[in-house]
C-alpha cells in the first residue's frame, strides 16, 4: 500500500469506527498500517490534522452530494451521516473548532445555500445576516443535538443501562428547522 493522506485518513476512521476516537493515535494508525509512527508525519502532520481528515471523510458524502436539499433535509442528513460512525458527531466538532476548519467552511456553506434555496422568492423575510445567523444555529443546533444523541447511546451501550428518556431516539430537530424557516419568512410553522 503506498502511504498516503488518504491512506492514513481511511486507516484512522476505520479505527474510529471500531474502538472510538480515544484509540485513534498516530501510533496506532501506523501499526495498523505496518509503518514507523514517523512515516505518518510526512503526510500528515499531527493528530489535529488527523482528525480534521477524519472529519472530511465523514461528511464527504453531504459535500459530494448535488445542493439540493431543504434545511430539514440537510440537518437530517448531516444528523445521519455523523450517526453512521462511531464519535462521529465529536470527531466533526473537534474538527470544526480547529482554525481555518474546512468541514466548518464546507458545513456552513451548505447550510447557508439550503437556507436561501428555502426562503427564494419569499415576499416577506429575514436579512442576509439573519438568515446566515439562523443557519449558522440549525448547523450547531444538529451538531448539538446529534452529539448528545451518541453519547447517551454509546454510554447506554458500553454499562447496560436505559440512558435517560429520549436520548437514544435522540431529539427530532425538524420541528425546530419548520420553526426557524417559518421564522425568517415573517410567517407561522
Known amino acids: 500500500m503506498q502511504l498516503s493522506r488518504e491512506s492514513i485518513s481511511r486507516a484512522a476512521l476505520g479505527i474510529l469506527d471500531e474502538y472510538g476516537l480515544a484509540d485513534v493515535t498516530m501510533r496506532r494508525v501506523a501499526s495498523t498500517l505496518g509503518v514507523a509512527p514517523g512515516a505518518l508525519y510526512w503526510h500528515i502532520e499531527n493528530k489535529q490534522e488527523l482528525i480534521s481528515a477524519i472529519a472530511s471523510l465523514i461528511v464527504s458524502p453531504l459535500i459530494d452530494a448535488p445542493a439540493h436539499c431543504s434545511p430539514a433535509e440537510l440537518c437530517t442528513r ?112
Open 78 to 189: 448531516l444528523r445521519d451521516t455523523l450517526l453512521g460512525h462511531r464519535d462521529g458527531a465529536e470527531v466533526v466538532i473537534t474538527a470544526m473548532s480547529q482554525p481555518g476548519s474546512a468541514v466548518a467552511a464546507s458545513l456552513t456553506h451548505l447550510m447557508r445555500a439550503a437556507v436561501e434555496r428555502e426562503l427564494e422568492g419569499a415576499e416577506m423575510g429575514a436579512s442576509t445576516s439573519d438568515r446566515r445567523s439562523a443557519a449558522d444555529g440549525l448547523l450547531y443546533m444538529t451538531l448539538g443535538a446529534t452529539t448528545v444523541h451518541q453519547s447517551a447511546s454509546q454510554l447506554a451501550e458500553a454499562t447496560g443501562e436505559l440512558p435517560a428518556a429520549g436520548r437514544v431516539a435522540g431529539p427530532e430537530v425538524g420541528p425546530a428547522v419548520s420553526f426557524l424557516v417559518a421564522g425568517l419568512r415573517g410567517g407561522s410553522a
